[in-house]
């Protein structure tokens, strides 16, 4: 069984509009929280990366948000543009091998003008 | 630019062949990793390398060989391929634990 579970699997968003991605993990104890940006036939992008004591972080129109006592974590892509259109991967590492790690399915999201 | 460097970018091979999946960084990351990526599944960790000489195995190591005779190169061989082998490859390096990955730009393989 995955442990890290992604939702919505796709999810399609007017230009300007603000959307969230759910990551729900089991992984524990855990390490680290990335997420990662993945274009169609590229490599994923790191955009975040959390400790298990932080709650938020930011870069730029990106907001991950966690919560270790739930084993929660969200995305939050604030006015989004045609270029948000990817899959958003959700990625857990465990706290004793940060080099082991979990990578969810992924969040497919298409921006539309 | 520096980054992570994978070839080739395409690859069909037949039942049984085996072939080298070439991975290279320019950042000195002690760090690097293969992953394969299936339709509608999460990157799965094949091998990795925490420095030149030292590899361990990742969840899906069967069928895949690797050796990291220096820190900036770390190939990945398939022994005898398989179409259970045909995937998107990825290989990734690291500064170290707590560090943001790198990824290359992947190698799309089909096994006939």
């Known amino acids: 069984k995955n442990q890290v579970e992604q939702s919505p699997q796709s999810l399609i968003i007017l230009e300007g509009k603000n959307c969230t991605l759910q990551c729900n993990y089991t992984v524990s104890p855990f390490s680290n929280l990335r997420w990662y940006k993945q274009d169609t036939g590229r490599g994923p992008v790191s955009l975040t990366i959390m400790t298990f004591s932080e709650n938020t972080k930011s870069n730029g129109r990106y907001t991950a948000t966690l919560d270790a006592d739930t084993k929660q974590s969200s995305l939050h892509i604030t006015a989004s543009q045609l270029s948000d259109s990817a899959s958003y991967i959700c990625v857990v590492s465990l706290y004793s091998n940060d080099y082991k790690l979990s990578f969810g399915a992924g969040t497919t999201v298409t921006v539309r003008a | 630019n520096a980054g992570v460097t994978q070839t080739p970018k395409f690859q069909v091979l037949k039942t049984g062949q085996s072939m080298t999946l070439q991975c290279a960084q320019d950042m000195n990351h002690e760090y690097m990793s293969w992953y394969r990526q299936d339709p509608g599944m999460g990157l799965r960790l094949i091998h990795y390398?925490?420095?030149?000489?030292?590899?361990d195995q990742g969840e899906v190591p069967n069928g895949y060989n690797v050796s990291r005779s220096t820190t900036e190169d770390f190939p990945l061989r398939l022994l005898s391929a398989a179409p259970s082998q045909t995937s998107v490859y990825f290989c990734a390096s690291s500064i170290g634990q707590g560090g943001g990955y790198t990824f290359g730009s992947g190698t799309r393989l089909t096994v006939v």
């Open positions: 390398s925490v420095g030149a000489g030292i590899t």
